[in-house]
């Protein structure tokens, strides 16, 4: 098979092939004990093995182990004790998920426009703003609002990245968040990770993902004196089994993304009207960004790319302006909870220009996914395709 196959064939993105029955230790060990649900053995469990080697890996004080980085979300939200109704600003250019977990919490989402690296533009905040969500696109270290008591750092791109001081994303604000979907750094189909440094607030967490108890592993069910209502977010012993074998991959997946990213900006091709955008050293290289000169240049390369069978994608479906959960104020409940619940005097969103240049930001980018797996001979093979293709739109 060509190399030019076997790249646009590639759906198993970063961890998914790191996947190894040889390497499945974990999970051989939850299915020989025969006990799936974590809080039924009185030993350790293979999620709170997680959690104790995420919380090494990142760390992070406390760590809490979920379905998904959706939940996640909502849990770092529920556990400020807000009021419905608050306001949450959110970045305009994200997945539409981080706009359903501050809804599904009963809260309003804000979109805030972003600077030209994609990232939440802070200094549109308004004064006494509460709850923040910033998202580390791409892998790309956003910088984070001051004065602002809770701020919550979307990580689901972003497995590894560090700040310039050297500490993990997700562990300066108030709570990060860590995805373990398909298409993320690490996967196990679905899955997600809760960090924060405030113990209160992760033993909020813990009780209100667990029908509001915190419960004594080797002793369920039982209901502690302080119980509150609460869901079931409890993450399943096989799930974290997975995400534990991956964990272990982690540093291998990081060096050859890095790796990878370097090569590709040797290869780069020499074009005035393309623009690598740079990144920071402590970013994870998921991707290499162009910004092109025009929307029309960008969809030539995407036609090139797409007849060659070789692998990118744009950032427009992120737009979350023009989404119709937030453009429309959608919802399932007949009064339109909790958008009725916004105050009347309140923007709807936070923009200088409507949103105009972040529109053409995005129809002007365009990214080339990186292979950690691939040895380094084929990950020059891969740059030098890429190259050929953009070189000849």
Not at 259 to 286: N, Q, S
Not at 311 to 330: I, S
Request: with cysteine.
């Amino acid at each position: 098979m060509t190399l030019d196959k076997r790249l646009g064939q590639r759906f198993l993105p970063y961890g998914a092939n790191y996947l190894d029955w040889d390497d499945m230790s974990e999970l051989r060990h939850a299915i020989e004990h025969r006990v799936l649900f974590r809080y039924q053995t009185e030993s350790e469990s293979v999620a709170s093995l997680l959690e104790r080697r995420a919380a090494r890996a990142l760390s992070a004080p406390h760590v809490l182990a979920v379905h998904n980085a959706t939940e996640a979300l909502r849990l770092a939200l529920i556990s400020t004790r807000p009021r419905v109704g608050d306001l949450v600003h959110i970045p305009a250019v994200t997945f539409v998920a981080v706009a359903g977990a501050v809804l599904s919490s009963g809260l309003v989402p804000v979109p805030v426009d972003v600077d030209e690296d994609l990232c939440l533009d802070a200094s549109l905040l308004p004064p006494g703003a509460r709850r923040v969500i910033v998202a580390h696109m791409e892998g790309a270290v956003a910088p984070l609002p001051a004065s602002v008591p809770y701020v919550v750092e979307d990580c689901a791109q972003a497995f590894g990245a560090r700040f310039p001081d050297g500490r993990h994303a997700g562990t300066r604000g108030y709570a990060g968040v860590f995805s373990f979907h398909h298409n993320k750094v690490l996967t196990s189909g679905e899955g997600g990770l809760l960090v924060t440094g405030d113990r209160a607030a992760w033993e909020v967490m813990r009780r209100y993902h667990d029908h509001g108890s915190s419960r004594v592993p080797g002793h369920y069910p039982t209901w502690a004196d302080d119980a509150h209502y609460g869901e079931n977010f409890v993450t399943s012993e096989e799930v974290a089994a997975i995400q534990a074998q991956q964990l272990r991959h982690l540093p291998e997946i990081l060096a050859g993304l890095e790796r990878h990213h370097t090569i590709a900006l040797e290869e780069a091709p020499a074009r005035p009207d393309m623009r690598v955008l740079p990144r920071a050293e402590g970013d994870v290289k998921v991707s290499v960004r162009f910004r092109l000169e025009s929307r029309e240049l960008r969809d030539a390369a995407v036609a090139a790319l797409t007849q060659r069978s070789l692998p990118y994608w744009t950032l427009d479906k992120y737009f979350l302006p023009q989404h119709p959960v937030l453009a429309g104020r959608r919802s399932l409940y007949a009064d339109g909870f909790p958008w009725h619940l916004a105050p009347a005097d309140q923007p709807r969103s936070l923009s200088r220009d409507g949103f105009a240049r972040t529109r053409d930001l995005l129809d002007r980018t365009l990214c080339l996914p990186l292979s950690p797996e691939l040895p380094e001979e084929e990950q020059v093979l891969a740059a030098k395709a890429l190259r050929h293709v953009l070189e000849s739109v």
